[in-house]
């Protein structure tokens, strides 16, 4: 119906991104709106591809402010709460170290089944009222918090799944040109939004598999990251952000280049030197 209706009237996409931003899940929907919402609107690009660039931002958007939430919820946790969390996702995934660091969730495995239904339905009360975290929702003991944290990294997993689906799909066959344009997008939401943005965890991958769609985007990548160390004019808070996901993407990248790794840490080597040597002359 809706492509139909796209044929009919071709400005039928410039009226449609508003309806899409508004109608967007708020970040406290449970995982199943989300999902359904994330998986119709990706669909929506095949009837409108006008529209892709501006749904993929529009998503992503939503995944980084979900990812922050995460964090911030997890900051706020005492030590007692932050054991019974864990406890409560290593007992889902096995495969998870129990000595889990602070503020390293781990992603929930279990997310759907094998018809592509979510498994585990989250609940959508808000309320702010106080919870008891001894309380037991469950009949295997799972607390309130417990039950709360697994429900919100789950709905980051189910997202971030959809997104990754989609990249992945749409970097089969296509011509640099076209990937190059998503790419570039891409870079513009990270230099915009994500090196602004603290306490985020795990949406910062996305951009990680992005670079390896074509062989040209790795240098790329590294190069505007390089290009925000060195940049003096820039806020400091932006330029240790740079450098951190500089450090990260050499790191656990295996697509990039021997050459292009050396050249980046010799340049990230420098600036450490030219501020240790400028805090010294401070002193």
């Known amino acids: 119906m809706?492509?139909?209706?796209?044929?009919?009237?071709?400005?039928?996409?410039?009226?449609?991104?508003?309806?899409?931003?508004?109608?967007?899940?708020?970040?406290?929907?449970?995982?199943?709106?989300?999902?359904?919402?994330?998986?119709?609107?990706?669909?929506?690009?095949?009837?409108?591809?006008?529209?892709?660039?501006?749904i993929l931002a529009l998503v992503i958007d939503r995944v980084m402010h979900i990812d922050v939430d995460i964090q911030s919820e997890l900051e706020d946790l005492t030590d007692e709460e932050w054991d019974q969390v864990i406890r409560a996702i290593t007992k889902a995934d096995t495969s998870i170290d129990p000595q889990i660091p602070r503020h390293t969730l781990p992603s929930h495995t279990t997310l759907f089944d094998q018809n592509g239904r979510p498994i585990l339905a989250s609940s959508s009360d808000d309320s702010d009222d106080d919870i008891d975290f001894n309380d037991s929702d469950s009949e295997d003991g799972a607390s309130v918090?417990?039950?709360?944290?697994?429900?919100?990294?789950?709905?980051?997993d189910g997202v971030l799944r959809f997104v990754f689906q989609y990249l992945k799909e749409f970097g089969r066959g296509k011509e640099e040109e076209e990937l190059a344009d998503v790419f570039w997008v891409m870079l513009d939401i990270f230099d915009r939004s994500?090196?602004?943005?603290?306490?985020?965890?795990?949406?910062?991958?996305?951009?990680?598999?992005?670079?390896?769609?074509?062989?040209?985007?790795?240098?790329?990548?590294?190069?505007?990251?390089?290009?925000?160390?060195?940049d003096t004019t820039r806020p400091d808070i932006i330029r240790i952000s740079a450098a951190a996901y500089l450090g990260s993407f050499?790191?656990?990248?295996?697509?990039?280049?021997?050459?292009?790794?050396?050249?980046?840490?010799?340049v990230l080597t420098s600036v450490a030197k030219d501020i240790a040597e400028g805090s010294e002359r401070d002193f």
């Open 2 to 54: 809706l492509k139909g209706i796209l044929r009919l009237i071709p400005s039928g996409p410039s009226f449609m991104l508003p309806l899409l931003t508004e109608n967007f899940p708020h970040k406290r929907e449970d995982l199943t709106v989300h999902i359904h919402y994330v998986r119709n609107i990706f669909q929506i690009i095949e009837y409108a591809p006008v529209l892709r660039n501006k």
């Open 194 to 230: 994500v090196l602004t943005t603290h306490r985020m965890r795990c949406a910062q991958f996305l951009w990680f598999y992005v670079a390896s769609l074509h062989p040209t985007f790795p240098d790329q990548f590294v190069a505007f990251l390089v290009e925000r160390v060195i």
């Open 145 to 156: 918090i417990e039950i709360k944290c697994i429900e919100v990294v789950e709905k980051l």
């Open 250 to 266: 050499l790191a656990r990248a295996k697509f990039i280049q021997m050459p292009t790794v050396r050249q980046a840490v010799e």
